[in-house]
């Protein structure tokens, strides 16, 4: 049998590649964005409870009514902002499948959608098995600032679908109002559709304001907004997440909503449910997590590696130009197998692999993992 490949040129995920590769060495794993800690056993026994009430079969399509109206009430405490939760709100397994789901509604071949560079992994590969083409605007280090007349030049009457992430993964830097102002003029008026990824929305430091795009009402209208609960509260490995929208644009979703998962965990919604009617549960997630950012780059101020504080997320960006002048795969290889440390090389989120020396590491660590990790760079 012979086959052609609808993705020919794609890699194994870096995360993937890089979590491997730490483990096989026995490094520090600074590289895929998990924490190493536990989730709040509270949460868990809630999932226990649930199982054992006999929540064991399949959720309602969108999800349990109960967790669609939990999220529509955090919109609404965090942003003023209303999602109807029978026609605006669905529950998906993590922020992946919602992505995959939002593009997958919506780009036919041949439709562009413009994708800012870095950019996450899983969003131009989505694009191109639906046949459209993504249009890359390259962010440059260490800022990444948005240069909105680049965008301007790239929007046209092919421009389907527009996706940013803030805050971003993985330079670490978030959106301003300016930013979703400029976001918002270029949009007005056309059909283009936002993709708005705010899976760390809740991870935001010192004194920026998280901008969602429920904020802007030219936004909104035309938004998707995708989260995941695996950030928020430390149990990734769980694939829970939700994704949001207004109506007309939540109906297409759904069409391919029910038949790329139908429903999603059960026992984890009615967990959720619950936990999010205390929003203690995220709303210190910032601090804790600023915490971990703080000390992470106390320890490595004497360091080789050049950076600027994140923003927002648990990553930390850094320059390594000054360590080495290979490339940051083979850096991140050479740190990972010689100095036992691993870290994700940022030049796979642009287009063609463009390097700015930059690596990527993760602080969702306990201290004790970043103050050995420190060690190690800091003899580097
Ligand atoms: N978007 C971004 C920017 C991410 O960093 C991640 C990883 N959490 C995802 C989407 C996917 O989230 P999930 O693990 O919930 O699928
Ligand atoms: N979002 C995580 C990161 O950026 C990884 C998710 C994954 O491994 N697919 O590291």
């Not at 998906?92 to 800012?116: C, K, L, M, N, S």
């Not at 203690?280 to 997630?285: A, D, G, M, R, T």
């Not at 600023?290 to 320890?299: P, V």
């Not at 690596?359 to 003899?379: E, P, V």
């Amino acid at each position: 049998m012979k086959h052609t490949s609808k993705l020919p040129n794609l890699e194994t995920t870096i995360f993937s590649v890089m979590s491997a590769l730490a483990h096989k060495h026995n490094a520090i794993n600074l590289s895929q964005g998990y924490p190493n800690f536990e989730s709040d056993k509270t949460l868990q026994k809630l999932v226990a409870k649930a199982m054992d009430n006999g929540y064991n079969q399949y959720a309602p399509m969108p999800g349990t009514f109960g967790l669609r109206e939990a999220i529509a009430k955090k919109f609404d405490l965090l942003y003023r902002s209303t999602y109807h939760p029978e026609s605006e709100i669905v529950v998906t397994a993590g922020a992946t499948q919602a992505i995959y789901t939002a593009i997958t509604a919506f780009i036919r071949p041949e439709d562009e959608v413009v994708v800012f560079r870095p950019a996450y992994d899983c969003y131009v590969p989505t694009i191109e098995l639906n046949g459209g083409k993504a249009i890359s605007i390259q962010l440059e280090a260490p800022n990444y600032a948005i240069n909105w007349d680049e965008v301007k030049t790239k929007v046209s009457y092919k421009t389907k679908m527009i996706i940013v992430n803030t805050p971003h993964n993985p330079s670490g830097t978030v959106m301003s109002k300016e930013d979703m102002q400029q976001l918002e003029a270029i949009t007005r008026d056309t059909n283009i559709i936002v993709l708005s990824d705010e899976v760390y929305e809740h991870i935001v430091f010192d004194d920026e304001q998280h901008q969602s795009a429920c904020l802007f009402p030219e936004l909104k209208k035309r938004s998707f907004i995708t989260a995941s609960f695996g950030k928020t509260f430390h149990n990734t490995g769980w694939k829970m997440g939700y994704c949001c929208a207004p109506k007309d644009l939540m109906n297409e979703f759904v069409k391919v909503h029910q038949f790329n998962v139908f429903s999603v965990n059960h026992p984890m919604q009615k967990a959720l449910a619950v936990y999010l009617q205390n929003e203690n549960h995220y709303l210190e997630l910032a601090s804790f997590f600023q915490a971990k950012r703080d000390l992470f780059l106390e320890l490595i101020k004497d360091s080789k590696f050049k950076f600027s504080a994140s923003k927002g997320t648990y990553f930390q960006a850094v320059d390594y130009s000054q360590i080495s002048t290979q490339n940051d795969e083979a850096f991140c290889k050479w740190l990972t197998i010689e100095k036992g440390v691993a870290a994700i090389p940022i030049s796979v989120f642009n287009k063609d692999k463009y390097d700015q020396k930059m690596i990527r590491f993760c602080f969702a660590k306990t201290d004790d993992t970043l103050k050995q990790a420190a060690d190690i760079l800091n003899q580097i």
